[in-house]
């Protein structure tokens, strides 16, 4: 089945500057890959997601990118923020099949120095 | 926007006994899924409630020590069953509400087994 890693686990970053979360993924048969923010005792919701059919995306001051060749993606988040302080999980999906299941990567710890 | 909500959303539970989780969408979904989220660890994926069918279990987890109801298309349950203090954990429903492969979920259920 899909296993996902991802690092680092904890990042420390100064406010402002820029962070970077990276996955790879083992099932070459994925097309969806997600990015989740978790805030203390609050539950995951989406920041941004990419498909098997773009290399890249962004939103303000997030931004995906893909290498299905190496089966790996990351996030960038540019200009941290105190409130970007939270659990960000990264996934992989066969979405639209049968199998269409969400695995998880480990998680990154982010925190944003003053 | 559509909402999925769960309870109990915490209890402290006896070893040995069983507690049943509730999870209710408020629009029909095909799949829910049941997560389990360890005190600072990733989401887990327990297993995939279909309605209409048996649930599809992931590896390590077992229909006698989990099992899931889905009556319908907007509700599940998932028991947890002659607990012990190793499933102390939150126990997390989701399910995409949208057509795009958004995971939504609910507030999840903290469970404590002493």
């Known amino acids: 089945g899909e296993n996902v890693e991802q690092h680092p686990s904890t990042l420390s970053v100064q406010e402002g500057d820029s962070a970077v979360i990276k996955c790879t993924y083992s099932d070459s048969a994925s097309n969806y890959f997600p990015w989740y923010k978790q805030e203390l005792g609050k539950r995951p919701q989406l920041i941004i997601d990419i498909r098997s059919n773009v290399g890249e995306k962004k939103d303000q001051r997030i931004a995906v990118t893909l290498n299905k060749t190496a089966k790996h993606f990351s996030l960038h988040i540019t200009e941290t923020q105190p409130e970007d302080s939270a659990v960000y999980f990264c996934a992989a999906s066969k979405w639209y099949s049968s199998a269409s299941k969400i695995i998880f990567g480990s998680g990154t710890r982010l925190s944003i120095r003053p | 926007s559509a909402v999925i909500s769960q309870k109990p959303s915490r209890d402290i539970c006896q070893r040995g006994t069983s507690l049943t989780i509730q999870c209710q969408v408020d629009?029909?979904?095909?799949?829910m899924f049941w997560y389990r989220q360890q005190p600072g660890q990733s989401l887990t994926l327990i297993a995939t409630a279909n309605q209409g069918s048996e649930a599809t279990y992931e590896s390590g987890f077992v229909i006698d020590k989990f099992p899931i109801s889905r009556p319908n298309l907007t509700f599940s349950t998932l028991t947890v069953s002659n607990m012990s203090p190793e499933d102390s954990s939150i126990y997390l429903c989701?399910?995409?509400?949208?057509?795009?492969?958004?995971?939504?979920f609910g507030e999840g259920s903290r469970l404590t087994v002493l």
């Open positions: 989701s399910a995409p509400l949208t057509n795009t492969g958004e995971l939504f």
């Open positions: 629009s029909q979904v095909t799949m």
